[in-house]
């Protein structure tokens, strides 16, 4: 009977032809440790490469961040400068405004008729507003004078406010940078 199993068990082996059964699985296991190869590789190109940033181009960036303060600080100074343009303008317009009035000039508005019919029902003002002071003078608006904020010779070099100690407009500079 072992003669028979052995005999039985050759011949499959023989018939099965195991060389071709077993090749895909060869070939997808090379494969596999090809790609795991060059995943390895790339794996240790990243770590050369961030190894790379963290010695030469993280202090390259700290040696920047004192410009990018001031340039912070030149954009903060340049807000307050709009802010107080827009101010002066409005207290300017308001002024116009009323001068327009004063002097019965037109607006050439539909705002016109509609104050003029009341048709909202809302009271005239029985007070007008006037641009004048208590002795009749005119007086204007105190605008900012561009002398303040541009200077000729541009930013200056050395930052005279410390942390701590935010700038008034009156020291805004808005001088173009020094190349």
């Known amino acids: 009977m072992a003669e028979e199993l052995a005999n039985d068990y050759s011949g499959y082996f023989k018939a099965s032809n195991l060389d071709q059964e077993l090749k895909p699985i060869t070939v997808g296991i090379d494969r596999m440790m090809l790609r795991l190869e060059e995943f390895e590789n790339l794996l240790e190109l990243v770590k050369a490469e961030s190894a790379l940033a963290l010695t030469q181009n993280v202090p390259q960036m700290l040696a920047l961040q004192p410009e990018l303060n001031s340039l912070c600080d030149r954009i903060d100074k340049l807000e307050q400068f709009v802010g107080l343009v827009g101010r002066n303008l409005d207290a300017v317009e308001k002024q116009v405004q009323i001068a327009e009035e004063e002097l019965?000039?037109?607006?050439?508005t539909i705002n016109v008729l509609l104050k003029s019919l009341n048709i909202f029902g809302k009271p005239k003002?029985?007070?007008?507003?006037t641009n004048r002071n208590a002795n009749g003078v005119y007086e204007p608006v105190p605008v900012f004078k561009t002398e303040q904020f541009f200077r000729p010779n541009g930013p200056e070099k050395e930052d005279k406010f410390s942390k701590e100690e935010t700038p008034s407009c009156e020291d805004c500079d808005t001088g173009t940078p020094e190349i």
């Open 125 to 129: 003002q029985t007070e007008k507003l």
């Open 104 to 108: 019965d000039i037109p607006d050439k």
